[in-house]
């Protein structure tokens, strides 16, 4: 009984059963023109491997990929337009002195002897460079020494002669002969001024004779007159004879021949006596000038003397190079020991040690119309690694506004120059012992502004568009 109503319970089960299978077919069939129908959750069971899967619904994490991507694109686009970058023009240069460099160079060609420092070196106030050789500067100051002990005792020679007081010379070779000239021109002087004094005494003795004669003289004329006188009466009274008045005539007029000759001897010795003593001074004030100008000649020739001694002492002492003030050697001349230096060559240059240090770089033409002064730069040192010992701010300082070629490069466009200052003298994580030296070469970033992430993908579409929508 129970089977007997089980059993028609389960028969109109069957057609069920083969409806899937039809519905498969017909669906099997309808794939092929379009999409199929859904399924009833209950029939997905009876269906083969490959429909199931196919009327599966895809787990989650499948579904919200397309989402998640569309996310992530429109965040991109949202970052890309937000965010900004900056914009630096990069340069190349080395780190320079912000102070002259200090050039020790000889005055005149020399000869190295040695040289006693390199590049990279320090050095300080007073240490020695080089060495020059000093023969031809010590042959030139040793002469001139000698000058000016020539002509310091020929002035202490005129000096005294002009004092005619004796005056001790120095016991040298030169104080010797200067004595004995001394000596000499002062016989001289001597003997001409006693010649002088013996002519002037003798013609004074023979005025002084002539003019003591003078009386007598004028007695004697007087007589004469008188004789005459008397000789005249007597002829006229017929008593004298006229030769006898002629005689007394002829030694009146004798008397008075005498005595006018006698006065114009007297005239003559005393122009003659004027004369020789116009001549004596003279002479005195001759000698005198001749001194004088000596003494002035020598004076001047002393004074040449001593500067060119003053001069050649110096070049004498420059023959030892030696530094001004503290620094660091930056260039040696390529010369070695027994070359010859001209005058004024360059042979050591130094960098003063206390010098605020700035980079002098080079930048591209078609970079410097974003530049402005005093603009943030970062300066990175090749010999320090920025990663380990970090930069070294900055702000640039001037820029050139001319070009110029590239120097020790290969053939390119021109190049214009900056400088830079630092803001902070040395590297923040320096290695213990290391200092910046000039002459290290640098890598200069100035910022010169910034720009939006999604420029860098629309300016060359736009670029091209315009571009490309033209005729050339």
Do not use: C
């Amino acid at each position: 009984m129970a089977a007997a109503d089980t059993a028609p319970a389960l028969a109109p089960a069957a057609p069920p059963a083969a409806a899937p299978v039809a519905l498969a077919r017909i669906g099997s069939s309808r794939r092929v023109r379009g999409k199929p129908p859904r399924l009833a959750p209950e029939a997905i069971e009876f269906q083969d491997d490959l429909d199931r899967l196919i009327e599966e619904p895809p787990p989650p994490s499948l579904r919200f990929w397309p989402w998640v991507l569309a996310a992530l694109l429109g965040g991109l686009v949202t970052l890309a337009s937000v965010a900004e970058v900056d914009v630096v023009v990069t340069g190349s240069g080395r780190l320079a002195a912000d102070a002259p460099p200090l050039v020790v160079q000889p005055m005149e060609r020399a000869v190295i002897q040695e040289i006693r420092v390199r590049p990279g070196q320090v050095v300080v106030q007073g240490q020695i460079l080089a060495l020059m050789d000093p023969t031809f500067a010590e042959a030139d100051r040793l002469s001139l020494v000698a000058q000016r002990r020539s002509l310091a005792a020929q002035m202490e020679r005129v000096e005294a002669e002009l004092a005619g007081q004796p005056t001790p010379m120095p016991l040298t070779a030169d104080g010797t002969l200067q004595s004995l000239l001394l000596a000499q021109r002062a016989s001289l002087y001597a003997a001409r001024m006693a010649g002088y004094a013996a002519d002037i005494r003798a013609l004074e003795s023979s005025i002084a004779a002539l003019r003591d004669g003078d009386a007598i003289r004028a007695e004697q004329t007087a007589i004469a007159a008188e004789v005459e006188s008397m000789r005249g009466r007597l002829l006229a009274s017929q008593v004298g004879s006229r030769l006898n008045a002629l005689a007394a005539r002829s030694d009146r007029l004798r008397a008075e021949q005498d005595q006018r000759q006698a006065r114009h001897r007297a005239e003559e010795l005393t122009g003659v006596l004027a004369a020789k003593k116009a001549e004596r001074d003279a002479f005195r004030d001759d000698w005198r000038r001749q001194l004088l100008e000596e003494l002035v000649r020598l004076r001047g020739e002393l004074q040449r003397t001593e500067d060119q001694l003053a001069k050649a002492e110096r070049l004498a002492a420059m023959s030892v190079l030696v530094a001004p003030e503290d620094g660091v050697v930056l260039d040696i001349a390529r010369r070695s020991a027994g070359s010859v230096l001209r005058e004024a060559e360059a042979l050591v240059t130094l960098v003063p040690i206390n010098a605020p240090l700035v980079a002098e770089i080079t930048l591209r033409s078609s970079d410097i119309g974003r530049l402005r002064g005093e603009d943030p730069t970062v300066v990175k040192v090749d010999a320090f690694p920025f990663q380990r010992n970090g930069v070294l701010q900055g702000r640039l300082q001037s820029l050139a506004p001319d070009s110029q070629p590239r120097e020790g490069e290969a053939p390119g466009p021109p190049v214009h120059r900056a400088r830079i200052t630092f803001d902070t003298p040395s590297l923040p994580d320096a290695p213990p012992g290391s200092r910046l030296i000039p002459g290290m070469t640098v890598t200069a970033e100035i910022q010169v502004g910034a720009r939006r992430v999604i420029a860098f993908f629309i300016e060359p579409l736009l670029r091209g568009f315009r571009e490309s929508i033209r005729e050339p």
